[in-house]
């Protein structure tokens, strides 16, 4: 019998390699950049062929299902999850990273299985459902640390540049800090943030204004590798909702919840 999802993991792997190879040539080249919700909001021509070919690629092979795409939704199309088989896209996740030359860079998801391509260095992370979590065909574990202080916590500023906003992220980051811990990291991309989860390197990732396209393919990848997923305010996470905690266990995610200054963003699937 065929296995509709691994059939369908093949050619999102399949894809996100000829994704990285278009990504890695725009690398060496100018690129146009323009503005989505802000002037910190970016976006490229990249960002927009890349999530042609994944769409493109997938209706062929799969007519029925349907898809998120960051650049489509961008462009006016709804952000809306059904029931359908419904492939959740991020086309390159860091695109500030991506503008400003820096290495992270990242690919897209199902919720039956994730993958997240970081091109640069080459490390292909996959992940289905009751099966595993992998990087490079390498099994990943979260760590196994229950000591807030001596975890390393990732996390973004984000694109949000209002004052009350950016004082909330600033004091969420401060109070975490000096629990203390051993440091704060963050590579730019919320999907490359959440696979250090998954593979041990950091205990937890938290962010607040991200959508659902830079953290469904990580979400499944920390889960796989024994990780949990929560919102910040410590309830179930809700992929829409535009806030996510992600971790090594429950221990360290509700430590750091107790310190998040929350506020909640317009949601994705606001019409
Ligand atoms: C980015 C995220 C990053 C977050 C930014 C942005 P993009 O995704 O992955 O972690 O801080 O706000 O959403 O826009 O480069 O795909």
């Not at 950091?202 to 920390?222: F, K, L």
Request: hydrophobic letters at 40%.
């Amino acid at each position: 019998m065929t296995d509709l999802w691994q059939n369908a993991m093949d050619h999102a792997v399949a894809l996100a390699r000829k994704a990285g190879s278009l990504v890695r040539d725009a690398v060496q080249n100018d690129m146009k950049v323009m503005l989505k919700s802000s002037s910190v909001d970016l976006v490229t021509k990249t960002d927009q062929k890349v999530e042609q070919l994944i769409i493109d690629s997938v209706k062929e092979k799969f007519p029925t299902h349907s898809f998120i795409g960051e650049e489509s939704v961008a462009a006016g199309e709804p952000c809306v999850l059904t029931d359908n088989p419904t492939w959740i896209v991020d086309p390159v996740d860091g695109t500030t990273n991506f503008v400003h030359g820096h290495s992270f860079l990242s690919c897209f998801s199902q919720l039956e299985f994730g993958v997240v391509y970081s091109c640069i260095e080459d490390k292909m992370y996959t992940a289905r459902k009751g099966k595993g979590a992998f990087c490079n065909g390498q099994i990943l574990n979260v760590s196994d640390q229950k000591e807030i202080s001596q975890s390393i916590i990732a996390t973004e500023f984000g694109s949000n540049r209002d004052t009350e906003v950016v004082d909330k992220i600033f004091s969420s980051m401060r109070k975490i800090l000096c629990l203390p811990i051993h440091g704060i990291r963050g590579v730019g991309t919320a999907a490359t943030n959440m696979c250090l989860v998954a593979s041990g390197c950091v205990e937890a990732y938290y962010e607040i204004g991200i959508h659902c396209w830079d953290i469904a393919a990580g979400a499944i990848i920390v889960t796989e590798a024994g990780g949990v997923l929560m919102d910040v305010d410590g309830g179930p996470l809700d992929l829409m909702s535009r806030r996510v905690v992600a971790a090594n266990n429950k221990i360290i995610a509700e430590r750091i919840v107790k310190e998040i200054d929350a506020f909640t963003p317009l949601r994705d699937d606001a019409s």
